[in-house]
């Protein structure tokens, strides 16, 4: 390791500590997951040996948002630049910048929480569960900090195994179906992802991301193509309206630490490759494609939010809320303004950490009924647990975008972004998707105010069977999203401070 | 520096109330004790505090602005700052006195209730929002303002959640205004990009073509009248009375519905003709419709709220007949008396422990206090000299008699009709509640959502102070700008609500038991329901969405989910060679992956 190491500080310009801790990010969970292979008698301390290398790899995350050098956030930082498979000319290219830190950071941070909450749960296969959660981990930051369109690749791929098998070993009783489905449903996507990429390869030669990035050699129908190609390809994964319908059934059935990270990082690493890949390196095909990008995010918002409010399951209700926030974040790349790319990254890292929470706590209640059926959790929750009901309208008014909370600053500035699109794109047809885009964020409110009512409010005929309500553990696991939720909703510029610079960098303006 | 004082201390407030009242926890009865007293603490201490700093800006009278940092968005930029003129001070000390007051009533209102610490949080958080309204220098700034009163609201009003009827209440006023904030929102995008700056400073020095100006205005319309409950948008109010009547007081009558007002004077001078002409003609209607709708009412909050929408519309009427302040001078005159009125209906309510008026009566003898201040605030709802409301409706009546409105003649005519009616159903409110024989008897105890039992005395001294101290600027609130005083319009709107309140005196000495409404005659039905404007809501709106969403559902599971099964099934169906793939789970992967590296390896072969 120590060669390595060695390697890098001559290899890379940049300054040496960064790229160890990036190259940290990745090995630690990786050394993690390759040490729970040995065997031995392990058991019950999978766990808690899971719970030691998800907090040292959030220790390097958050090692790593001190060092970054925040002045400079459009430029990419702590660079590593290897060669791996010389004849393909795929290289392991890493680095960082203001679009990929948050994101970083977010899934350390959701991979350390899932592993404080299993702490309190003594969950079956401890080993194997942990062993997929690191390998998941290694999976979502590699893609965020992957430089090399075919090393972001394996990385993307690399996700799906583990998520796979978290659904089909430890879900629900129609596990099985909901993980075929999913993982079919994401590998037809991939394998159209891999198609635009490799035509992007064979186009240009190369495979290095900020090269293309900067040149972007391509013609322009070349470029409509490919971005056609990647861009349904990432909007499997997002999901983007009609490609969903894994998702529903993939949340009903997962567990709760499933849940979380589904819908807390895999959806944004969708959404991460329009603003790292499809949108920087395919301008002139983003232009090309991004009025239909926007009809497709709004229908989402409207849809997902019309399902939600005759939906009488709650995971199912916040699987497809996801729908429409992805929608918000869809409608702000199509914009191609820098607000509407800064509201998109925004409403990323929000529905991570509010759809997070969300479904930290609808496992809770799962976990204490037996069900997620509204009617039979409700009604009158606010009585019988208040804690957990209590955060449960917290985490809603924050998913239906109250302004004070994170989940504001994504619609809003979306929205600001439609009524002003890039210069080129049909403005008329923008303010329509604003519009429509506003009356879907009122739909939000109304399913999630009856959600809250079926389930929270309504008579509960005093304390009935003992339900222990919100313990320790899971206060330890939910009041970090909390806190963050709270932060990013007072203080935006802790966010956009970062991303601007990368978004103005991304799309070339001064 | 002050002002961000003024706006953090009541949040600061909240926040600890929220957090430390019950710490260490427990949930017995002396428990419950403590985290009450600690919570009361938290509620008054900051408010008052925040209210001392008001009374200094006024009296300082200088105005500052404050800029705490700019958002750059990538955009047009994001100035959080807060600002302090004339009239945001103005409205602030309304703010503050009436939710001091308020905080102070609820430690009597609310003695014993479990749930009090969040409650009295809740009030301090929505003081700080309506503060941050009231003080913004940026109109997005603003507008987070607007939005969490609306959540506050929301959260108050639903306070007795354990009963259905409160929580759909909760969830309507929650939504019938956002859907007017959208249209806040997309004007306050339209003014911020044709200005360049979202700073209201910069949007109102700007110059904007007026067909933008009238598009921007006429957005923002809808957002006030969401909040300030102005026709279309106004069915929310009626039914917000189920919160508990502190919260009626302060949000629904005095402060939060004042916000859209507030929000047409701070910005007037955007307002082109066409827009106020629009409001002019909602207001119009709003107006006398809800004053007769009031007549009609059963239930005293329900009187009050329909009140409420009515004098509201005054101010907007004064708004669009181009007179501004005597607009903003009823708005703090009707926030004091209005709250006034609250505050004693919920020591009417808590002594009988039932809202309806049928069930009161013959009560000016047990509670001496409460029906002398609540005479007061009749007296200034209806306009009688010296009270404060006398004043501020005769500078109202001035200034839609002057008005160059093409809709002159409207606004005038309805305003000396409401007028008439808000003496009748203020007094027929009146009469009803402290006349004629005593109903009340000693009830069971009482379902949440109507306070105590009948117990046969005064309210206590934490709810009768408040309510003393209101009744002074109610009554005396008219002399402070006697100089647009005019005797003509005085004496003619006087002659008319003595008219009107002489009828309904006329008609109640005949048969005091019944209830003088029946004079509505065939008119009473229609009234009673507010025009059912409610039902074809319902009908245009809430069932269709409601239909449209199972469809949505059905068709997800049977159009969009069916396609991909029926892919699924082709693609098995024809290819034999993949079937195994269905009972194993590794091997897919394996495949898929290998798929993969198959396609690079021809890509390389191809095309490198």
Same mark, same amino acid.
């Given at each position: ?11 890379? =310009? ?63 930082? =702590? ?41 309190? $749960? ?389 | ?258 916000? =859209? ?24 209607? =709003? ?164 306070? $105590? ?70 008119? $009473? ?32 599971? $049977? ?50």
């Amino acid at each position: 390791m120590s060669r390595t190491v060695a390697a890098l500080v001559t290899v890379s =310009g940049s300054p040496a500590a960064m790229s160890v801790l990036l190259v940290a990010l990745l090995l630690l969970p990786l050394l993690g997951a390759v040490a729970l292979l040995v065997p031995g008698p392990l058991g019950t301390l999978a766990v808690r040996f899971g719970l030691a290398v998800s907090g040292m790899v959030f220790a390097v995350a958050v090692a790593v948002a001190s060092l970054f050098d925040y002045s400079a956030a459009g430029r990419m930082q =702590g660079t590593v630049d290897l060669p791996w498979i010389p004849w393909l000319g795929v290289r392991f290219h890493l680095g960082i910048d203001g679009i990929s830190l948050p994101l970083v950071v977010l899934t350390a941070l959701l991979t350390l929480l899932c592993l404080v909450y299993l702490a309190g $749960h003594r969950p079956p296969r401890a080993r194997e569960l942990v062993f997929a959660l690191l390998v998941l981990e290694l999976g979502m930051i590699g893609t965020f900090l992957s430089l090399d369109l075919l090393l972001f690749f394996v990385f993307f791929e690399v996700v799906l195994i583990p998520m796979y098998f978290v659904i089909a070993v430890w879900g629900g009783e129609g596990r099985r179906r909901a993980a075929y489905k999913f993982i079919l449903y994401t590998l037809l996507g991939s394998a159209v992802l891999l198609v635009g990429l490799l035509y992007v390869w064979a186009q240009t030669g190369t495979l290095d991301m900020v090269r293309l990035a900067a040149d972007h050699p391509m013609g322009r129908t070349a470029q409509i193509l490919a971005f056609v190609a990647i861009g349904v390809g990432l909007a499997v994964k997002t999901p983007m309206w009609p490609l969903h319908t894994w998702l529903p059934d993939a949340h009903t059935e997962a567990p709760t630490v499933g849940s979380v990270l589904l819908a807390g990082v895999l959806l944004k690493m969708g959404t991460y490759g329009f603003a790292r890949v499809a949108i920087p390196i395919l301008p002139e095909g983003a232009a090309a494609v991004a009025p239909w990008l926007g009809a497709l995010a709004v229908v989402g918002i409207v849809y997902g939010a019309l399902a939600c409010l005759a939906q009488r399951d709650l995971k199912r209700l916040i699987a497809y809320s996801s729908v429409g926030h992805m929608g918000f974040v869809l409608l702000g790349f199509a914009t191609l303004t820098p607000v509407g790319i800064n509201a998109a990254l925004y409403g990323n890292i929000a529905h991570g950490l509010i759809t997070g929470l969300l479904f930290f706590l609808v496992g809770a209640l799962k976990e204490r009924y037996g069900t997620s059926d509204l009617d039979e959790l409700g009604p009158g929750l606010l009585g019988r647990l208040p804690y957990v009901a209590s955060l449960l309208t917290f985490a809603s008014v924050a998913s239906l975008g109250l302004p004070g909370l994170a989940g504001f600053w994504g619609e809003m500035l979306a929205l600001q972004g439609a009524y002003e699109p890039a210069a080129g794109l049909p403005r008329e047809l923008f303010l329509t998707f604003m519009v429509i885009g506003g009356l879907g964020a009122v739909l939000t409110a109304a399913y999630f105010l009856v959600m809250l009512s079926r389930l929270t409010h309504g008579p509960w005929g005093g304390p009935g069977p003992t339900l222990h309500d919100a313990t320790r553990i899971e206060l330890a696991a939910w009041v970090p999203l909390v806190v963050l939720i709270l932060v990013f909703g007072v203080w935006p510029s802790a966010l956009l401070g970062l991303t601007t610079p990368a978004v103005q960098a991304l799309l070339g303006v001064p | 520096m002050i002002v961000s004082l003024v706006v953090v201390l009541p949040f600061a407030g909240a926040v600890l109330g929220l957090l430390l009242s019950r710490y260490p926890h427990g949930r017995g009865p002396a428990e419950n004790l403590a985290a009450n007293k600690r919570a009361a603490w938290f509620g008054v201490l900051p408010t008052a505090l925040s209210t001392a700093l008001i009374g200094w800006l006024a009296w300082e009278n200088t105005p500052s602005t404050n800029v705490l940092t700019v958002i750059d968005t990538g955009g047009i930029a994001i100035t959080v700052g807060l600002e302090a003129a004339e009239l945001s001070v103005l409205t602030a000390m309304l703010v503050g006195v009436v939710a001091l007051a308020v905080q102070v009533y609820s430690v009597g209102y609310m003695r014993g209730e479990s749930r009090y610490p969040s409650f009295s949080a809740f009030i301090s958080l929505f003081t700080s929002a309506m503060l941050l309204v009231v003080f913004a220098a940026d109109l997005l700034v603003l507008y987070v303002g607007w939005e969490i009163m609306g959540l506050c609201s929301y959260l108050l009003v639903g306070h007795w959640w354990e009963e259905r009827a409160n929580s759909r209440a909760a969830i309507k006023a929650f939504l019938v205004t956002r859907l007017g904030d959208v249209g806040f929102l997309f004007g306050i995008f339209v003014l911020g990009f044709a200005a360049g700056s979202f700073r209201i400073s910069d949007v109102m020095a700007a110059d904007i073509p007026e067909p933008t100006l009238v598009l921007a205005t006429l957005l923002l319309l809808a957002g006030v009248a969401g909040k300030s409950a102005q026709v279309p948008l106004h069915t929310w109010l009626p039914d917000a009375m189920a919160g508990p009547t502190p919260i009626s007081a302060l949000i629904h009558a005095a402060t939060m519905v004042a916000a =859209g007002i507030f929000v047409v004077a701070r910005l007037y001078v955007l307002f082109p003709q066409p827009t106020l002409d629009v409001l002019g003609v909602a207001a119009a209607i =709003g107006m006398l419709g809800a004053a007769l709708a009031a007549f009609a009412q059963t239930d005293l909050k329900r009187v009050l709220a329909y009140s409420t929408i009515s004098q509201l519309a005054y101010m907007a009427a004064a708004l669009a007949g181009g007179a501004r302040d005597a607009a903003v001078f009823h708005l703090v005159t009707h926030g004091a008396f209005k709250a006034l009125l609250f505050l004693c209906a919920g020591a009417v309510i808590h002594h009988v422990g039932s809202n309806l008026l049928g069930h009161m009566g013959g009560l000016r003898r047990p509670m001496p206090v409460t029906f002398w201040t609540m005479t007061v605030g009749y007296a200034a709802l209806i306009g009688l000299p010296p009270a404060s409301g006398f004043f501020s409706k005769d500078a109202i009546l001035y200034g839609l008699e002057r008005s160059s409105s093409p809709i002159q003649l409207l606004l005038y005519g309805s305003a000396l009709l409401t007028v008439g009616v808000t003496g009748a159903y203020a007094t027929r409110a009146w009469l009803m509640t402290f006349f004629g024989t005593g109903k009340v008897q000693a009830l069971p105890e009482p379902a949440p959502g109507t306070a $105590h039992v009948f117990d046969g005395r005064e309210a206590p001294a934490s709810m009768l102070w408040p309510i003393g101290v209101l009744a002074i600027p109610a009554l005396l609130l008219g002399f402070t700008d006697t100089g647009e005083f005019h005797l003509a319009p005085a004496v003619t709107a006087l002659v008319v609500a003595l008219l009107g309140a002489a009828f309904v005196y006329v008609i109640w000495r005949g048969a005091p038991e019944r209830d003088p409404a029946r004079l509505l005659g065939v008119f $009473h039905g229609p009234c009673e329901q507010a025009f059912y404007v409610d039902r074809l809501y319902a009908a245009v709106f809430v069932r269709p969405v409601l239909a449209l969403a199972r469809g949505v559902v059905r068709a997800d599971d $049977h159009v969009v989910d069916g396609a991909v099964r029926g892919t699924g099934r082709a693609t098995v169906g024809l290819s034999g060679l993949t079937r195994h793939l269905q009972n194993g789970n590794a091997q897919l992967y394996v495949t898929g992956l290998l798929a993969g590296v198959l396609l690079i390896a021809v890509g390389a072969v191809v095309l490198g």
